[in-house]
Structure formats: structure tokens, C-alpha cells
């Protein structure tokens, strides 16, 4: 079974916005067991479309197109469909009732022609009605192919894809089941975590998939299974996971999409009934604002001091001056003063430090571009480690984020 | 002229992640006005590939692939594109060297065969030096098609964009002239600006459109003039600019895509020099995440204090206990205190403050979600403002971010 997923709007061919409803649909499909073998984005042209429809005639089983449906005249995907279909336009009774209700009723508008317009299907359609906004969504069939065309409006999308077009698709087709399972691995690189996982890759049944989808300092992996017994599939991927876990068990964080680092952190730190706090120098308050990106987290979470200047290590942190002095600002003494001062400051349990050069420049630090030491104050004492992140900036405070929200993780595990 | 952008990944098909590769080049691409004719999304499969690169043969002028360059068994574009050339790979000695500085000199691992295979290339392509990742970017020729494979990491990607592909499709290809002007506005929602400028908008000239992109507290104005006359096109955008000046003046902070709020207001912190440090509640460090990601702020930006629990802001902010009983966490009391506290703390000219309830929950503040108290501690006198952001969470700390640093710019320009 192959679908193939649409999109129609000039504003996405010249990267004013980012497609995402594709990704919205393929996600839905998936779910259901229905690949999606392509996506594609044409422009708001009347050949083009036409040219696209054709191609995909009795290729794809499914084409799910959004866009283009709204009330102005760049938007033609209506007329076209109908050209295409060699049928008419016809006023749906129902969609021209709902319409009205909505701009004379709600919006407290008179009604235009235009509005009116928006109820016109073609006549051979079945109409996916959208109880959220004013364009329909329609089903259409020709030949061995059904064509969905869905507005392009991201809620109203999601709206008819989860309560029309799924139903509608399960009760039509038969379908394999496709169950994945994601788990996510920290502080190995994309290459080492290939190596050291080869022969259990090699060994993977050929009915289950495995992607890499790496991000700065962790690697998802997702195990994907496909076959017509759901049961087994979950078993073999349980199985597949167990085995995993015995390679590279230190390295896995989590196994959900949602589980990131600072959401499995959180939940630890709740569950032990511990505290943080972060004194972040080159990573200026993102370690604060990953952690507090998490609701509830003030339950764990008590605060940051963000000590870009020097003074502020020495004043608010109590970081001696002699050590900076001796050893510079980005050097392990230092960090590790400035996680014990975060640490007394805020009465906490646990506390993490950084310092370093994020670049492009070397600044007056003396330490290369890229160098970030970070430092963790536990009960037991205070640990450090100096790593190198390469450039550019971004990444550098991006994988001492990680890094560090790793880095007490696995500590905090231990204990 | 023809382009088409590509995106190879299984990832994509099944809706784990959004492309935002395709935007980014189209984009660009736009900017030299090149225009993207389609968009295609394709699985990480040798047949598929195959298809996708004879169809678009000697149809498009230019082939942006991106995705599929990994080191993993699972990328294979690499391969694919050298048996739809024709051709065999080869080490490129150049990028050994680079891969080998990179894994021996920089993370200090011994090197691999697999990090070894990412320096082969097509013996007939030209390599795009990839400074910022181990794999290559790779430029080919066939007949009357440029194909271009880039890495679908995005700052690799847009690394290899700006630097080596948008050159070389400057000097290959006859283009007409596009300029863009992007206009930053601030303050002023999307619908609103848009009835304010209604007559200017209609009586811009056929040539010029005119594009609006808002995002949480900002809405850039993008005019694209298109012509044989580049010097015409320059004059008469800024022409309309001074004409848009008259009519919204005091929203406009910059006229760049890289002159974002904080660019702009460290600018002026600097010019004028003055320093800034902030107290945050509800934005966790987001502000002064936002500051410090502009490199050199540290010649203006001193720290932040991350107060998420109330003890920090009485025990480190020094916001009296009995003003926090009075008033609550959530208030204009507390804020400007905190405002003040940090002026103090941190010995600088300015501060910011903030506290705020971000959802979902109503919490023990007694704030509706989405409430955020915004403080200015100047050196004339504390002032502040109440907001509600409505939610979710994430916009709810976006839009606080943006507003905190609106203000701060606003208040010291008058100055």
C-alpha cells in the first residue's frame, strides 16, 4: 500500500514557512500501518497541480493533499481537483448551513459570496466536514486511487485527518502492523555507537528497521517492525531492546519521544526528592532554561546564577579571585568553585557548573575555541571534566547543555 | 530556472521529525532568485533514489539533495549517486586529513574504517569542504543538471549553503535580480500592522511584494523586488521603507534577518556603554540564554540570576518576604524588587525582571496561566508592565523573552 502526502502553496516553495503538516499526516498514517512512500510541495499553479495528479493516478492507493483551499484567488486547489475529476462544483447544504452559522452567528459578519463559495464541492466528492473552519475537506475516487484534499490550516488539518480520513482509511484497507520503538542514547557519537552496536544490527530480524537520528550529544535509534501480527512484533522489539541494553545499557536515557534528558532528569529528581540549582558561565542560563522548559519543575529546581561576567563569580558565587588569578576563568578550579558556591547559595542537593569558551573568539580567557568544563557539586563531593565541542557557537552551548544535563543524570542514577 | 530540493531520510516519510532543511534552502535560494519549482521527500531507499534523480534529469537545473551522508548503514546516498553517475568513489586526501584531525586530534578517538569511508566521494565531483562536520558536500554535473548532495544535519547543511553552493550558483547561472529588505517589527500584532499599512501595502508597485512573517512578539515585513535593474530595485525599496517609516516607525528595531532584538540591543549597549543583567522567574534563563548567544555580549551582559523558587529570590535577590506574602510571587511588587535586587547584585545600569505563571497549571502563584510581570530596573527608576501570553507554556515564556528585551531597547533608545 502506498500513500503519498501533498502540499500546495507558493509560501512553502519560497521557504517563507515550514512545512510541517506533512510530517502531522505521515506521523497519522504511519500509526495506521500505511507508508508513505513520498512527499512533495508544488506551487499554487494550475498545471502543476494538474501535472501532479496525473503522476500519481493509480500509482499511490492514497494522496493526502492540504492547502490551497482557502477563500482568496491564489487558492485553486478546488477548481483544479474538479478539472481533474472532470466534474462540477455543487453547494453542499450542509457546509453552505455551517458556513453561515459560523461568520453570521460567530464572527457576527455578513455573509460574502465568497463565503458562500467555500460549500461548493465537486459534486461526485464525499465532504469530510470541518467542524473547526469554513473549507471542507473532500474524498475523492478515481480509478484505483483515492484523492483527500484537506485545508491547509494546521488545526483544521489535524481535525479532519484524526476524525474523517483515519476511519475512513481503516475501514478501506487492509494493512500490515508498523510498531516502532525510539531509544535514546546520550554521550556516545553516531559513529562510535555504530561500531559498538554493529553485529547486533546485522543480526536484526529483516522485518524490523533501524534509523540513527542523531542531535547534538545523544542518538535516537528507532526499531521499526512490520508484519501482520501485532503481538509478535512488540515481543521481538522487547527482545531486540533487552539485548541493546546489554551493549550499550550506560548510554541509554530513555525510550519515548518525550523522554529528553531534562524530562527524565526531572522525574528522577522528583522521585528522590532531590534539588538543583546550575551556575552556567559559557552556557548563559540554557541549562536553566532546558530544566525550566519542564512544567512542574520547580519542584526540583531552584534556580540558576548566570555569572557571565567575572565579577559575578566573585561576588555572587564566591569564586576567590586568587583561583582565577592562578588558573584562569575556563580551568576546572574555577568551575568546580563556582558548582560549591551555586551549591551553598541555593541549599541544594546537587549543582552544576560551566565554563568555557563558546567562540568564534578566543577572548581573553586563553582557552581555545570550543573548551567547556563542567563541573557537578554532589553530596559526596565535587567532579569535574574538560571537554572540547568544536565550534560553531551554537553547538558548543548546545552539547555543554547536553552534556551536563547528562552528566548529573547518570551521577544522581548511581547513588 | 529550475530547482528542486530533495530530502532523503526514512525519518521524514514516517513524520518523526519536520524537514526544516527544505525551507532553509529555498530560502536561500529565493535570495538569488532562484526559484524552487518542487519540494520531494524521498525514503532512504537505492531504487527510490534512482527514480528520483533520472526523472529530474535535464527538467531541473539544479538538484539540492540533502540527507543520507551519514556514516551509518542506513545512509546511502552517497553510494546511489555515484551508480546513478556512473562513477566510483575515491578518498578525497583533503577531507581524510579533516576527518582524521577531527576524531584523533579533536575527540581523540582512534579512527575507524567507518570515519575513513566518509572522506570517499565520486572521483568526478567537486567536494564542498564541509569545516563544521565529517561528511562532504558534493557537487556533480550530468548533461544539463547540477546535482548538489548536502548533509541533513542543519547547521551542516546551512554551513555548506551559504559558504559553498550559494557561490558557485552565483557564478554558474544568469539570474534576474531579486532584493530582499526584511523590515523587524515589534509590538504590534500581525492583523493589526497589516490594517495600519493597508494603503501603502496597495499602492506598492507590481514589482515589489510584500510578505509578513510573524513570530511570538515580532512580525518581520519582507519586500522581494524582482527586475533587470538591480540599482532601481535598491532605490525603490528604499523608498518604500521611508514611506513605511512614516507610517510605523516606532515598531521598526532593524531592517536585517540577522538583526534580531538581541543583536540590536547589544549593539546599543555597547555603543552607549552600559550594562545589562537580568532576574528571571518564569522565563527560567531564557533571556539570558537569548543575550549570551550573541557573541561579545560579555562586553555588556554581566549574568542572570535564574530565581525559579521563591527562596532564591529572597535569599539571593534579596526581594523582601513580607512583599511576597503581600503580594505574591506573580506581581508588579515582586518584580520591580527583583528588578532593583539585581541592579544592585550585579552593579549594572540596567536590569531586567521577570515572574510569571507559563502553564499549564494555575500553581500556588494564585496567576491566571499565561500572566507574566516584565520589570526594567533603569538608572532613573523601576518600571514595569503586566502581560497575559496565553499559552502554552513554551510561547508563554517566548513571547516574555521577546517583550522583556523590546522594552529594555525601547526604554534606552529614549535615553
Not at 521557504?15 to 503538516?21: A, K, R
Not at 559526596?380 to 551536563?404: C, H, L, M, W
Request: aromatic fraction near 6%.
Amino acid at each position: 500500500m502506498k500513500a503519498t502526502v501533498v502540499t500546495i502553496g507558493d509560501e512553502i516553495l519560497i521557504g517563507q514557512i515550514v512545512d510541517t503538516n506533512s510530517a502531522f499526516i505521515a506521523k497519522s498514517l504511519d500509526k495506521i500501518g500505511i507508508e508513505v512512500y513520498e512527499m512533495l510541495s508544488v506551487s499554487d499553479d494550475r498545471e502543476h497541480i494538474l501535472e501532479t495528479l496525473s503522476s500519481l493516478q493509480n500509482d499511490s492507493d492514497v494522496v493526502i493533499i492540504t492547502g490551497g483551499l482557502g477563500p482568496t484567488k491564489d487558492d485553486i486547489t478546488k477548481k483544479t481537483l474538479c478539472e481533474y475529476l472532470n466534474d462540477e462544483l455543487v453547494t453542499d447544504p450542509l457546509v453552505l448551513a455551517h458556513v453561515t452559522e459560523l461568520i453570521e452567528g460567530f464572527f457576527k459578519r455578513p455573509i460574502t459570496q465568497i463565503n458562500k463559495d467555500q460549500a461548493l464541492v465537486p459534486s461526485k466528492s464525499q465532504v469530510l466536514f470541518n467542524k473547526v473552519g469554513t473549507a471542507p475537506g473532500m474524498w475523492m475516487e478515481k480509478e484505483n486511487t483515492v484523492f483527500v484534499s484537506l485545508p491547509g490550516v494546521p488545526f483544521e488539518m489535524k481535525y479532519l485527518i484524526e476524525n474523517e480520513v483515519i476511519p475512513r482509511l481503516v475501514s478501506k484497507f487492509n494493512r500490515p502492523y508498523i510498531v516502532h520503538k525510539t531509544i535514546r542514547t546520550y554521550g556516545i557519537g553516531e559513529s562510535l555507537l555504530a561500531e559498538q552496536i554493529e553485529s547486533w544490527e546485522d543480526n536484526l530480524p529483516d522485518f524490523i528497521k533501524l534509523a540513527y537520528l542523531p542531535s547534538p550529544g545523544q542518538v535516537r535509534l528507532r526499531l521499526s517492525a512490520r508484519g501482520t501480527n501485532e503481538g509478535a512484533l512488540y515481543l521481538e522489539l522487547d527482545r531486540q531492546v533487552e539485548k541493546l541494553h546489554e551493549i550499550i545499557g550506560e548510554a541509554i536515557v530513555g525510550f519515548d519521544d518525550g523522554e529528553t534528558i531534562e524530562v527524565v532528569l526531572g522525574k528522577l529528581l522528583k522521585e528522590k526528592g532531590l534539588t538543583l540549582s546550575t551556575a552556567e558561565s559559557c552556557t548563559g542560563g540554557k541549562i536553566a532554561a532546558t530544566l525550566t522548559s519542564v512544567s512542574g519543575s520547580s519542584a526540583y529546581f531552584t534556580g540558576s546564577v548566570v555569572s557571565y561576567a567575572t565579577e559575578t563569580k566573585v561576588n555572587v558565587l564566591k569564586v576567590p579571585q586568587e583561583l582565577i588569578d592562578k588558573h584562569s576563568v575556563v580551568s576546572v578550579a574555577v568551575a568546580e568553585a563556582m558548582a560549591l558556591g551555586i551549591q551553598q547559595l541555593m541549599k541544594t542537593d546537587y549543582a552544576l557548573a560551566t565554563t568555557g569558551n563558546a567562540g568564534p573568539n578566543k577572548g581573553d580567557a586563553d582557552a581555545e575555541v570550543g573548551t567547556v568544563v563542567v563541573a557537578m557539586a554532589t553530596p559526596n563531593g565535587v567532579y569535574s571534566e574538560e571537554f572540547n565541542f568544536g565550534q560553531p557557537r551554537e553547538k558548543v552551548i548546545d552539547r555543554a547543555v547536553t552534556k551536563a544535563l547528562e552528566k548529573i543524570y547518570k551521577e544522581i542514577l548511581k547513588n
